[in-house]
């Protein structure tokens, strides 16, 4: 069983799973993935979720492990995707006297999932409904949109724990040693990115609660210092750039679009660029190149134009920035082409459907290979570049206080 203190009643049943490849079989996780479930042990027991199907036996031995005899009278649903819902019909059959606890939608989305008569055993709350355990006390907060309909958190009054579902999560096992933010902004953007303005109504109901520690449902518990992730979370999801930096993505065939991207990059940074990311879109992790065009104030897109539009793994990463919701930024565009250039266009018409994008006026038109005069067009680009447009808070990171 996994090793992870809470607290003396509070205990961690979760699974690390290091086999899974790819998480929602998209996004890459080369350190595997965590399923977090935990057990309140009071004068009535409550499970606070399951786990994906992958964990089923190693997550049962836990539980077994810290009922210690004991049964569970309530099981807290708090998401029913499959990767937390996964075993609720194993624990429903294994302790058939335990009552379901959830909200309306919670239980709509159940019966799609299961074969299950939990008529007689479901309990459903609402907004700000409580559920006394004994010493402990369960206060129901409804987050919809963060990132399912169904999705509701929880705050246990008696030790200050909010029971976070997917807010606050990030890829990797617990036993990974790796900076929190950086996994964790890429699972933001990728998974939650889309939903910001449920997530920042979520923020403020949160902003009530005296929170001591927040505990998701993927990757670690938090513990100290919680300002930082709250502060991380008030930015991403109010879509302001995190850092000042550019992120050139490009969409190169035969490499001499890839050849003007690293180009400009260079020219970015001899001009005193804050921070220069070039990534290459056919090669590079989608979910990654993302989370940068999240991060950063600024980018540039270069792309060759392919079969009269733009290259396609340039129209999937727009496809993508659109689906999350991406705005508020500055973008550049340098286009190739050796006869009828279209990219620019392209790509100009797909932003042009994002909120609040400010697409540079000069634009760099390459006529297969770099030469004199896409130069000093790159260059013109790279100029207009430097001119940030967003603002910042108080400190270097751009993090503004909530």
Known sequence: MNRVEISESIKYIGVNDQAIDLFESQYIVENGMSYNSYLILDEKIAIMDTVDQRATKVWLSNLENALAGREPDYLIVSHMEPDHAGNIGTV??????????????????????FDLDVSEKQIVVKEGDELSLGTHTLQFIMAPMVHWPEVMVTYEKTEKILFSADGFGKFGTLDTDEDWACEARRYYFNIVGKYGVQVQALLKKAANLDIQMICPLHGPILKENLEYYIGKYQVWSSYEPEDKGILIAYASIHGNTKKAAEQI??????????????????REDMAEVIEDAFRYDRMILAAATYDGGVFPVMEDFLNHLKAKGFQKRKVGLIENGTWAPMAAKKMQTALEEMKDITICENQVSIKSTVNDTSLAAMKALAEEMLVTVHTYGADSNGIQPI
């Open 92 to 113: 429903v059959e294994k302790y058939p006297n335990m009552k379901l606890v959830g909200n309306a939608k919670t239980f709509q989305f159940l019966s799609q999932f």
């Open 265 to 282: 990059g260079t020219m970015l940074e001899e001009m005193g660029a804050e921070k220069v990311v070039v990534s290459d879109l056919s």
